[in-house]
């Protein structure tokens, strides 16, 4: 059973960065794709950016591009979610999630494919 655990979120001024962590319990995260999801007050889970297993396959949503940068270090089972140039409508519940996928299978963007989750990570963007 992989476990993931999230650290990171905090409170933050518009404009500012902060990096997020997914850490996993088990070596075999090498073999998962990662993704990152939000979830704010009262809306649905959205994907921010995932992660294949090599660490050029990324994706990001349209509202991330630019801004986030997602990468991975299998050394350190740690997926890394790089933000930067924070707005107030980044205010969620930061989700790392994971799947174990072939190597040529980029990472998808809905929150069903995935098996194991994290426990959430709160970023605040104060305007």
């Known amino acids: 059973q992989m476990q993931l655990v999230e650290s990171g979120g905090g409170l933050v001024q518009a404009g500012g960065s902060l990096r997020l962590s997914c850490a996993a319990s088990r070596r075999m995260f090498s073999e998962h794709a990662v993704a990152w999801f939000r979830q704010a007050p009262g809306q649905e889970r959205e994907f921010v950016a995932g992660i294949g297993r090599r660490s050029g396959d990324t994706v990001y949503a349209a509202s991330a591009k630019g801004r986030f940068t997602i990468s991975r270090d299998n050394d350190k089972n740690t997926v890394y979610l790089q933000m930067s140039s924070l707005k107030p409508e980044d205010t969620a519940v930061y989700y790392c999630?994971?799947?174990?996928?072939?190597?040529?299978?980029?990472?998808?963007?809905?929150?069903?494919?995935?098996?194991?989750w994290g426990q959430g990570t709160q970023v605040t963007v104060s305007s």
């Open positions: 999630a994971s799947r174990r996928v072939i190597v040529t299978v980029s990472p998808d963007v809905h929150p069903g494919s995935y098996n194991y």
